[in-house]
């Protein structure tokens, strides 16, 4: 099994910036397609970032030009590098892994295309 666990989550007045991490027990030489999605409460868990290892990297409209995706193989772990955090960004983030494949799909966006997940991080931006 892959596991994952999300750390850096935090309370942070708006504007404030954030860096999420994800540490993964993943294979060095395994290609992946990596994704943070977030979940308010009452609502849909929604794709914020979604990267494949060596590849494209896609980016939710809401996010663009403030979220940073990266990573450091060493460390297996995958970052989330969040700028300019506004309200409307409180949520659970959750980190997630698919075959590198799905990133190249129409349903990279779909929760359910994803198999492994963390069990998430709270971020809350108070204005």
């Known amino acids: 099994q892959v596991q994952l666990a999300e750390s850096g989550g935090g309370s942070v007045q708006a504007g404030g910036s954030l860096k999420l991490s994800c540490a993964a027990s993943?294979?060095?030489?395994?290609?992946?397609?990596m994704a943070w999605f977030r979940q308010a409460p009452g609502k849909e868990r929604e794709g914020v970032v979604i990267g494949a290892s060596g590849g494209s990297t896609f980016y939710a409209d809401s996010v663009k030009g403030r979220f940073t995706i990266s990573h450091d193989d060493e460390k297996k772990t995958l970052y989330l590098q969040m700028m300019n955090l506004k309200p409307e960004d409180t949520a659970m983030y959750y980190c997630?892994?698919?075959?590198?494949?799905?990133?190249?799909?129409?349903?990279?966006?779909?929760?359910?295309?994803?198999?492994?997940w963390g069990q998430g991080t709270q971020v809350t931006v108070s204005s």
């Open positions: 993943l294979f060095t030489y395994a290609s992946y397609c």
């Open positions: 997630a892994t698919a075959p590198r494949s799905q990133c190249y799909r129409d349903d990279r966006w779909s929760a359910r295309s994803y198999a492994y």
